[in-house]
């Protein structure tokens, strides 16, 4: 008989990183699977399964308007309850550090179905920084019986917490996913409209995402306040700036960017045209974690508006660098990238530290190797 792999998530960076995952599971003739959303980003999660072609056996739509994180915990909780109790996996597997991960976790460890946690080990040592994602990852791995690092570093935190047990180094999944949807990319027509009149032939374009919460407010008017300097201090410049629905975020960016020419606010993006903006932007300045991962795979060197982050291996490498959220340290950072070509081919030739585009391969692996489905295979050392 089958062994049963649960596989839940809930958010966009999520579905990018599962997607893989899923499809690998899919090729395992010694694994079934199944595929649970909680929908915590209901229409962007929607695109992206459109994109990887999966086709969810449960969907707990569990998102309310104006519902607090504790709320969106019990919620998933209970959902994934009732899910588990049907289904009956033999082990539930999450990626990475949102409140969805957290509860589906405790839900499994409440029926006593073991835990695999994709992307484990990232940590910021602060835990309000990220919030509230650096806590919900260490609860997760407090939680979890398998534990698939992305990188050595991770596996090292884990180590330091006294987790040593099942620790598999995969890579990451996401560059999975990047390199299959750049190939597709090739074949795939993409709507420019969507860009709000950039010209990407024209400009050296600038991508910027800013949305963490840890960032609202006097954080993110510094941000908005440095990306309007940067494009009167370079005309030669646009910046594109697919903007974040959530209102908090909105009401800092808006008024200062409002009538600017070169300052270019569009609706979220789905993930194959946002690949398409970040394959032909000249680099990017972002506060989120994914992309820190994923810019330097298309050599685009990534400006981090962070205090800190889980994933210091891309500044250790080069490829990315912590500037702060202030306007005067990311003006500084960006005017050294669009002045200094030598400064800006040095991050931009750096080899990814994430991975090979292999790691969805190696979690199923090891899946196999702790449900003992076939031979034991080496763990982290």
Same mark, same amino acid.
């Given at each position: ?215 609202? +407010?006097? @954080?993110?008017?510094? &941000?908005?306040? !440095? ?8 005309? =030669?410049? *646009? ?117 090979? +585009?292999? @790691?969805?391969?190696? &979690?199923?692996? !090891? ?8 031979? =034991?295979? *080496?763990?982290?050392?």
């Amino acid at each position: 008989m089958k062994k049963r792999v649960m596989c839940v998530f809930g958010t966009r960076p999520e579905a990018v990183k599962l997607a893989p995952v899923v499809h690998a599971l899919r090729q395992c003739q010694a694994l079934e699977s199944v595929v649970v959303l909680t929908a915590q980003h209901r229409e962007m999660l929607d695109q992206m399964l459109r994109w990887f072609e999966i086709e969810p056996d449960y969907d707990l739509d569990i998102m309310r308007h104006g519902q607090t994180l504790s709320e969106l915990t019990a919620r998933v909780i209970v959902g994934i309850d009732q899910v588990l109790t049907k289904f009956r996996p033999d082990m539930l597997l999450v990626q990475g550090d949102t409140a969805s991960v957290m509860a589906a976790a405790l839900a499994a460890h409440y029926q006593k179905v073991p835990v695999g946690h994709v992307e484990a080990g990232l940590r910021t040592a602060d835990r309000y920084n990220p919030f509230p994602e650096e806590m919900a990852r260490r609860l997760t791995t407090r939680l979890a019986s398998v534990h698939f690092a992305p990188t050595a570093r991770a596996v090292r935190n884990l180590e330091a917490e006294g987790i040593s047990e099942n620790v598999y180094l995969t890579g990451n999944t996401v560059i999975d996913a990047l390199l299959n949807t750049v190939k597709r990319l090739q074949e795939h027509q993409i709507d420019t409209s969507l860009y709000g009149g950039v010209d990407f032939e024209r400009y050296q374009v600038l991508l910027v995402t800013a949305h963490r919460r840890e960032n609202w +407010g006097c @954080a993110m008017s510094e &941000i908005a306040q !440095a990306l309007r300097q940067i494009a009167d201090e370079f005309p =030669k410049t *646009q910046i594109l700036y697919p903007i974040h629905k959530n209102p908090v975020v909105r009401e800092s960016i808006e008024p200062i960017f409002d009538g600017h020419p070169r300052l270019i606010l569009v609706e979220p993006l789905d993930y194959v045209p946002f690949v398409y903006a970040m394959q032909h932007s000249y680099f990017v300045l972002t506060d989120s974690g994914g992309i820190q991962e994923e810019a330097p795979s298309l050599g685009k060197p990534v400006l981090v508006m962070r205090t800190n982050t889980e994933r210091p291996e891309a500044a250790e490498a080069g490829a990315a660098r912590l500037v702060g959220v202030t306007r005067e340290g990311i003006v500084a950072a960006a005017r050294e990238l669009l002045s200094d070509r030598s400064a800006y081919n040095r991050m931009a030739s750096v080899v990814n530290p994430f991975g090979d +585009g292999k @790691a969805a391969g190696r &979690i199923v692996e !090891a899946i196999e190797d702790f449900l003992s489905v076939k031979e =034991k295979v *080496q763990p982290a050392s």
